[in-house]
């Protein structure tokens, strides 16, 4: 992984909607390795934030993946022209606490762009304060032969230490590195578990 990805996709429409649904591991990279992203990728990351505000009745995912987004922007000091509502998060994620660890494990795996290093929203804090559910969704996921979610809740787990022992979390991941490696959503989930594990960014 390295900063300089949302130039590659450019700027047109197709372009600007691809780095929206990608959200803002666009600029994971830079993130994890505490790098300065290409002032064009940040000026692409930007349009796509402007061209694709969520709409009247958009859904949870859709409202913390552009709060998500956003964020970015202003740790970047960025010139967003938004709202200065955007700086407050969507809504109170509490809502995640009440559901059942399964609801809760295909919630967070939604919201995997929000488990970095700096992880610091009401997602976050419900992910670490449901490490054990987490663990078991992980375990499900696996089970179910779903690489993908297993993956987005491995990233989620190694964002924080309250994790089973007995999990065996490391040697999961490289289970699931090895059984999902032809889908590249799986492998950038893994990689940024891997590092937040190693604590290289940390």
């Known amino acids: 992984m390295s900063a300089g990805t949302a130039v590659t996709i450019g700027d047109d429409d197709i372009g600007l909607a691809a780095v929206r649904v990608v959200g803002a591991d666009v600029l994971l990279p830079s993130v994890l390795y505490r790098s300065p992203p290409s002032p064009v990728d940040v000026a692409v990351f930007e349009k796509a934030v402007l061209a694709y505000p969520p709409g009247p009745g958009a859904s949870a995912t859709s409202r913390w993946s552009h709060w998500a987004m956003t964020s970015i922007l202003r740790d970047l000091g960025a010139s967003i022209a938004v709202c200065s509502a955007d700086a407050a998060e969507p809504d109170d994620a509490m809502w995640l606490n009440h559901l059942p660890w399964q609801s809760l494990t295909h919630q967070l795996a939604l919201l995997a762009p929000l488990a970095v290093p700096t992880a610091d929203s009401s997602v976050a804090w419900v992910a670490g304060a449901r490490a054990v559910d987490v663990a ?60 937040l594990r190693a604590g290289a960014v940390l």
């Open 136 to 195: 078991r969704g992980f375990v499900r996921a696996v089970r179910r032969r779903d690489w993908l979610q297993a993956a987005e809740a491995g990233r989620w787990l190694a964002v924080h230490d309250d994790v089973p022992d007995t999990l065996g979390l490391d040697a999961g991941l490289e289970f699931v590195a090895h059984m999902g490696c032809d889908d590249p959503r799986v492998t950038l989930h893994l990689h940024a578990a891997r590092l």
